[in-house]
């Protein structure tokens, strides 16, 4: 399933197409069919993507798009080799390197602990001028149009929906 509710951006539903959470919600499901009600898990996986592009090697943790703000916290946009770090209502929420991924484990513990935003650099290439400027990316809403189903509960062992309707031109 590459669309599910995440409960560490407030159940919205997210995709992540990519094979890492795949195998991750394989071990979920597998566990979950296996186990008593009391005994399942959530699925609750920091999200993760790479890709290498035009020999830029690029990968996230955490959904950049569930962000109000970013900073460059590392490296240098010119020199094509940085860090930049999301954040929303004041939290860690993502970071995307751009030829520098040595320390995105860092950045998903600060999203595991919700650790507030602008995040500290834990290295010594921090940009002198790093300051959080908004991001543009669209709204939630807009990013779940054409949704069939709205997640109105948060307890995976309860299946509460409501019909989302569509209308059609």
Same mark, same amino acid.
């Given at each position: 399933?590459?669309?599910?509710?995440?409960?560490?951006?407030?159940?919205?539903?997210?995709?992540?197409?990519?094979?890492?959470?795949?195998?991750?919600?394989?071990?979920?499901?597998?566990?979950?069919?296996?186990?008593?009600?009391?005994?399942?898990?959530?699925?609750?996986?920091?999200?993760?993507?790479?890709?290498?592009?035009?020999?830029?090697?690029?990968?996230?943790?955490?959904?950049?798009?569930?962000?109000?703000? $970013? %900073? *460059? /916290?590392?490296?240098?946009?010119?020199?094509? !080799?940085?860090? +930049? @770090?999301?954040?929303?209502?004041?939290?860690?929420?993502?970071?995307?390197?751009?030829?520098?991924?040595?320390?995105?484990?860092?950045?998903?513990?600060?999203?595991?602990?919700?650790?507030?935003?602008?995040?500290?650099?834990?290295?010594?290439?921090?940009?002198?001028?790093?300051?959080?400027?908004?991001?543009?990316?669209?709204?939630?809403?807009?990013?779940?149009?054409?949704?069939? $189903? %709205? *997640? /109105?509960?948060?307890?995976?062992?309860?299946? !509460?929906?409501? +019909? @989302?309707?569509?209308?059609?031109?």
């Amino acid at each position: 399933m590459a669309r599910c509710p995440n409960p560490i951006y407030e159940y919205r539903l997210i995709s992540l197409e990519h094979w890492v959470n795949a195998v991750e919600q394989a071990k979920v499901a597998a566990h979950n069919m296996l186990s008593a009600q009391a005994d399942r898990w959530p699925h609750l996986s920091i999200p993760t993507f790479w890709s290498i592009q035009f020999g830029v090697n690029i990968k996230t943790v955490g959904v950049p798009t569930f962000a109000d703000e $970013v %900073v *460059v /916290t590392q490296g240098s946009v010119p020199d094509h !080799r940085f860090v +930049a @770090a999301y954040g929303y209502q004041g939290r860690v929420t993502a970071a995307v390197s751009f030829n520098n991924a040595k320390w995105l484990d860092h950045y998903r513990q600060l999203i595991e602990t919700a650790a507030p935003f602008p995040p500290p650099c834990p290295t010594p290439d921090q940009p002198a001028d790093a300051k959080p400027v908004p991001v543009d990316f669209p709204g939630p809403t807009l990013l779940a149009q054409g949704a069939t $189903v %709205v *997640v /109105t509960g948060h307890d995976p062992g309860e299946r !509460r929906v409501t +019909a @989302a309707w569509q209308h059609h031109r």
